[in-house]
Nanobody, 125 residues
Framework: QVQLVESGGGLVQAGGSLRLSCAAS????????MGWFRQAPGKEREFVAT????????RYAETVKGRFTISRDNRKNTVYLQLNSLKPEDTAVYYC??????????????????WGQGTQVTVSS
């Protein structure tokens, strides 16, 4: 079992930065792929980024490539999402997730087994 708690969200101006953290507990964390998703009001939850269990492989949604960076520190049981050059359209609740679907790209919700409660990111124009 993996428990995930996000933090680091807040209100920032367009062009600003935030770093989101997802603290994990559970013995299987080091074996789990991790992902970030987000959901804005009136929109479906969408994929943002994923990182493999060993941190070697990362994937990003086209909308955030070059602006967001996902990373993890398995020693600290934490995954991060660095948000740079934020835009108002990045406003959403950001969720971290953990999964272990071997051979999957980890871009879809169904590929994950555990979810955090989310942290709000609001970007003002």
């Amino acid at each position: 079992q993996v428990q995930l708690v996000e933090s680091g969200g807040g209100l920032v101006q367009a062009g600003g930065s935030l770093r989101l953290s997802c603290a994990a507990s559970g013995r299987t964390f080091n074996e789990s792929d991790m992902g970030w998703f987000r959901q804005a009001p009136g929109k479906e939850r969408e994929f943002v980024a994923t990182i493999s269990w060993n941190g070697i492989t990362t994937r990003y949604a086209e909308t955030v490539k070059g602006r967001f960076t996902i990373s993890r520190d398995n020693r600290k049981n934490t995954v991060y999402l660095q948000l740079n050059s934020l835009k108002p359209e990045d406003t959403a609740v950001y969720y971290c997730a953990a999964g272990s679907s071997w051979g999957s790209a980890m871009r879809h919700e169904y590929e994950y087994d555990y979810w955090g409660q989310g942290t709000q990111v609001t970007v003002s124009s």
